[in-house]
């Protein structure tokens, strides 16, 4: 079992930066395909960004290549999307999810265990 806790959201203005922790429960963590998702209202959810447990492998959205970085700390249990260069099109709720598969899967419902949600608003 591994609990998901997001945090680091905000309102911040275009241009701006934030960095989102999703801080996990659990001896295994380091053993979990750790991904960023993002849902804007009145759209689909979307893969932003992961990375593999075991290779240690990032995947990017083409919409955030260059800007967004995912990385974890196994020794924290955390894992961060610092998010540079921001755009009003990244205002969304963004939620980590987990699962054991080596594969950072771009479909949501090959996700173990998900977080609550954390608002990123950027105005214009």
């Known amino acids: 079992q591994v609990q998901l806790v997001e945090s680091g959201g905000g309102l911040v203005q275009a241009g701006g930066s934030l960095r989102l922790s999703c801080a996990a429960s659990?001896?295994?963590?380091?053993?979990?395909?750790i991904s960023w998702f993002r849902q804007a209202p009145g759209k689909e959810r979307e893969l932003v960004a992961g990375i593999s447990w075991s290779s240690g492998e990032a995947y990017y959205a083409d919409s955030v290549k260059g800007r967004f970085t995912i990385s974890r700390d196994n020794a924290k249990n955390t894992v961060y999307l610092q998010m540079n260069s921001l755009k009003p099109e990244d205002t969304a709720v963004y939620y980590c999810a987990a699962t054991k598969s080596i594969v950072i899967h771009t479909t949501g419902a090959l996700y173990d265990y998900w977080g609550q949600g954390t608002q990123v608003t950027v105005s214009s």
């Open positions: 659990g001896r295994t963590f380091s053993r979990y395909t």
